[in-house]
Nanobody, 117 residues
Framework: QVKVVESGGGLVQPGGSLRLSCAAS????????MGWYRQAPGKQRELVAA???????NYADAVKGRFTISRDIAKNTVYLQMNSLKPEDTAVYYC???????????WGQGTQVTVSS
């Protein structure tokens, strides 16, 4: 059974940093598109950052220049380095692993990030 497990969330002051990790127990991790999404209370889930199977990255405008997505294929893990955090970054952050060609789409359980003084 595939598991996608996020970690690294917590409470941080504005201007601070956090690094989220997501470990996915999938075969051929390198063939998956990996993404970080977030959902704040009363809002829809939105894409924060993604890295494709080919290694290209994209970011939501709200986080460009502050967040960095990366992956370690040997560890089946994707990371989200979050710097210069703002209160509006407060949300539950979810990891997604997707491989469209074989119709696989997996979500983690989410990790809470709270930015507050």
């Amino acid at each position: 059974q595939v598991k996608v497990v996020e970690s690294g969330g917590g409470l941080v002051q504005p201007g601070g940093s956090l690094r989220l990790s997501c470990a996915a127990s999938v075969s051929m991790f390198s063939a998956y598109d990996m993404g970080w999404y977030r959902q704040a209370p009363g809002k829809q889930r939105e894409l924060v950052a993604a890295v494709s199977a080919g290694g290209s990255t994209n970011y939501a405008d709200a986080v460009k220049g502050r967040f960095t997505i990366s992956r370690d294929i040997a560890k089946n893990t994707v990371y989200l380095q979050m710097n210069s955090l703002k209160p509006e970054d407060t949300a539950v952050y979810y990891c997604n692993a997707k491989r469209v060609r074989i119709n696989r789409n997996y979500w983690g359980q989410g990790t809470q990030v709270t930015v507050s003084s």
